[in-house]
C-alpha cells in the first residue's frame, strides 16, 4: 500500500499542535529562565510543535529506501513501496534544527508511528517524544493513539518523563488491556550532531 507523504505530514504536525500550549510564531533565542526547569522545556517544545504546522514549507523531507544506500530528497505527495523510513528536517528561522522526526514505513498501514527529537539552540537534545497510532488494539474499536513524552537538562539527565494512550475520542485506555502489534527499537541521541551522524543524514543548510 503506497503511504501518502502529505498525509504523514499531516499527522506528525496534527499531534504535534494537539499536544502544543501555546500557538505562538516565535521561537525563543535561548531557554527560558523560568525557575521550574521541566515546565520551560515543556513550553520550548511546544513553541516547535507549532512550527511543524505553520512553518510546513521549510520542512526537508529525506527518504530511506530498501534498494539504496543513501537517503534521498523527496517531494512528491506518495511514498515509494520501497521506503523504509521518511525523515522531516524541521529548521528555525536562523536555519538552526529544531526538530528531526523519525518515522517508520508501515506496509499494511495499520500503524503510523514517529519518533522526534527536539534540539535547543546549542544542539542539545532537550526533549523526546515517540507518537504512534495504530489499529487491532484490543482495547478500542477504532484507533488507539499512545504518545511517550521525555525531558532532559543540558547534560542530557532525564527530568521528567509523560505518557499517554487514549482513544479517537480523548478518552484514556487501559494499557493492560491494549495489543502492541509493533515494534520498532530506536536510541535517542543526545545532539543533532550524534542524531545525523547515526541516521547518516547529511546537514543540507
Known amino acids: 500500500m503506497k503511504q501518502p507523504l502529505y498525509l504523514l505530514l499531516f499527522l506528525v504536525g496534527l499531534i504535534c499542535a494537539c499536544n502544543s500550549r501555546d500557538r505562538s510564531r516565535t521561537m525563543p533565542a535561548s531557554r527560558l529562565p523560568e525557575p521550574d526547569i521541566a515546565e520551560r522545556l515543556q513550553y520550548q517544545k511546544a513553541l516547535i510543535d507549532t512550527l511543524f504546522i505553520q512553518n510546513r514549507n521549510n520542512l526537508v523531507v529525506l527518504v530511506k529506501l530498501s534498494n539504496k544506500t543513501d537517503l534521498i530528497a523527496f517531494k512528491d505527495t506518495i511514498l515509494p513501496d520501497e521506503t523504509e523510513t521518511s525523515f522531516n528536517i524541521l529548521r528555525d528561522s536562523l536555519k538552526q534544527i529544531v526538530a528531526i522526526t523519525e518515522s517508520p514505513y508501515s506496509q499494511s498501514g495499520d500503524w503510523f508511528l514517529t519518533l522526534i527529537h527536539y534540539f535547543d539552540k546549542n ?15 484490543g482495547c478500542t474499536e477504532g484507533i488507539a493513539y499512545e504518545t511517550k513524552t521525555e525531558y532532559y537538562e543540558d547534560d542530557f539527565k532525564l527530568i521528567r518523563k509523560e505518557y499517554k494512550l487514549v482513544d479517537e475520542k480523548g478518552a484514556n485506555l487501559n494499557k493492560d488491556s491494549c495489543a502492541f502489534m509493533y515494534d520498532y527499537s530506536y536510541k535517542v541521541l543526545p545532539n543533532v550532531d550524534k542524531y545525523l551522524q547515526v541516521s547518516k543524514i547529511k546537514d543540507r543548510k
Open 123 to 137: 544542539g542539545q537534545t532537550f526533549a523526546f517524544e515517540r507518537q504512534t497510532n495504530f489499529f487491532n488494539s
